[in-house]
């Protein structure tokens, strides 16, 4: 089976409330978005960054 490389970056709300966000290969613009986004818009809980 072979393996993904690509890199995915997953942005989702601390609180769970729904929000979440899934990037894969982030260009340098959606790289700065991923490193600015410190609160959910949603609810305003801080959020978690997964990397795949």
Known sequence: MGRICSPFV?????REC????????P???QSREITDT???PACGAP??????
Do not use: A, D, H
Request: charged letters at 35%; a positive charge.
């Open 10 to 14: 997953v942005i989702e709300c601390s």
């Open 38 to 40: 410190k609160t959910c």
């Open 47 to 52: 959020v978690r960054r997964r990397l795949f």
């Open 27 to 29: 260009t340098e613009e």
């Open 18 to 25: 729904g929000f979440s966000r899934l990037y894969n290969e």
